[in-house]
């Protein structure tokens, strides 16, 4: 478990983490969202005793970690795949992280196996491919079998068949009872690997919320129809309250009006229906809208830009 409680961190009148509290719980993923500059390296970096709170406490397996007797059997973390000695091979690094914490030699093996680098254990890390150096941080991350990970940006530089391998990997050891905390800018992929989300802006907490109770009520009712007759049904929803719009890749999107209204109507007026599917926004939609206000570096083509175009 990891629990953060009114922690604030600020640096040369900066204020990077303002007041924040969470706790993410063992048995799930839960995903840590925030927009450049919103102090989620910086509650990353406290949580593992790298900067020490202005006010307030961060602790991981109950406690805080400078007090943990053998923290890589307590607390795996990935923030920089990159922060490895590039003279050592991968074997050599993850059997240096053994031996600090009195891991026996076998876990390297165990754990080279489960991140697919068998066959690279003897190059040396500067030679690692920046996917590569990712499988080694997470390979470093779980030589001490530890019951909290704590993984920033973890899927830089994998390709599909890699997303695809964490995704489960991550599931699976949060199935094993394991608190896993996880930061992504892959918006598509944390809403296929999350169970719980934290969101934070300028520092302060946003959202903290089940996965998808936070997409459902920030998500209005849409339904997407196609139909033989689309006039005909356009002025049929209209009259009934609403609102109606040609989809970019063609049908009718409707909200205002539930999918089951809207397959009821068609169905009591005679129209045939070709598709009529109930439409939900994206994480990545709703994350935009959520923290607009909280974007500190912005760049001159916003999405507000994008939609004048369009206009």
């Known amino acids: 478990m990891i629990e953060a409680r009114n922690l604030t961190k600020r640096y040369a009148g900066r204020t990077a983490v303002d007041g924040l509290s969470f706790t993410a719980r063992p048995g799930s993923v839960t995903g840590f969202l925030g927009p450049n500059g919103a102090g989620k390296s910086t509650t990353m970096r406290l949580a593992l005793g790298l900067d020490a709170p202005t006010a307030g406490t961060v602790t991981v397996a109950g406690r805080h970690y400078g007090r943990l007797p053998a923290p890589l059997r307590e607390v795996g973390a990935l923030l920089d795949a990159r922060a490895v000695h590039g003279g050592r091979t991968v074997?050599?690094?993850?059997?240096?992280?053994?031996?600090?914490?009195?891991?026996?030699?076998?876990?390297?093996?165990?754990?080279?196996?489960?991140?697919?680098?068998?066959?690279?254990?003897?190059?040396?890390?500067?030679?690692?491919?920046?996917?590569?150096?990712?499988?080694?941080?997470?390979?470093?991350?779980?030589?001490?079998?530890?019951?909290?990970?704590?993984?920033?940006?973890?899927?830089?530089?994998?390709?599909?068949?890699?997303?695809?391998?964490?995704?489960?990997?991550?599931?699976?050891?949060?199935?094993?009872?394991?608190?896993?905390?996880?930061?992504?800018?892959?918006?598509?992929?944390?809403?296929?690997?999350?169970?719980?989300?934290?969101?934070?802006?300028?520092?302060?907490?946003?959202?903290?919320?089940?996965?998808?109770?936070?997409?459902?009520?920030?998500?209005?009712?849409s339904t997407l129809l196609r139909t033989p007759e689309p006039s005909r049904m356009r002025a049929l929803l209209e009259d009934h309250g609403a609102v109606v719009r040609p989809d970019p890749h063609g049908g009718l999107r409707v909200t205002g009006l539930a999918t089951t209204a809207v397959g009821d109507l068609a169905r009591e007026h005679g129209l045939a229906l070709h598709e009529l599917t109930p439409r939900r926004a994206s994480l990545e939609d709703i994350y935009t809208a959520v923290t607009g206000d909280a974007v500190e570096y912005r760049g001159s083509g916003t999405a507000e830009d994008d939609k004048e175009t369009e206009r």
Do not use: C, Y
């Open 91 to 221: 074997r050599r690094h993850l059997l240096g992280l053994a031996r600090s914490h009195g891991i026996p030699a076998r876990r390297v093996d165990e754990v080279l196996d489960a991140v697919g680098l068998e066959a690279a254990a003897d190059r040396r890390a500067a030679g690692l491919s920046l996917g590569m150096a990712q499988r080694l941080g997470i390979a470093a991350a779980l030589i001490g079998d530890p019951g909290v990970l704590i993984l920033d940006e973890p899927v830089n530089g994998l390709d599909a068949e890699g997303i695809r391998w964490i995704r489960t990997l991550l599931k699976s050891l949060a199935s094993e009872g394991r608190t896993v905390f996880l930061s992504s800018h892959l918006m598509s992929e944390l809403e296929l690997t999350a169970d719980r989300i934290i969101v934070i802006g300028r520092g302060r907490l946003l959202a903290d919320t089940d996965m998808r109770d936070f997409i459902e009520r920030h998500s209005p009712d």
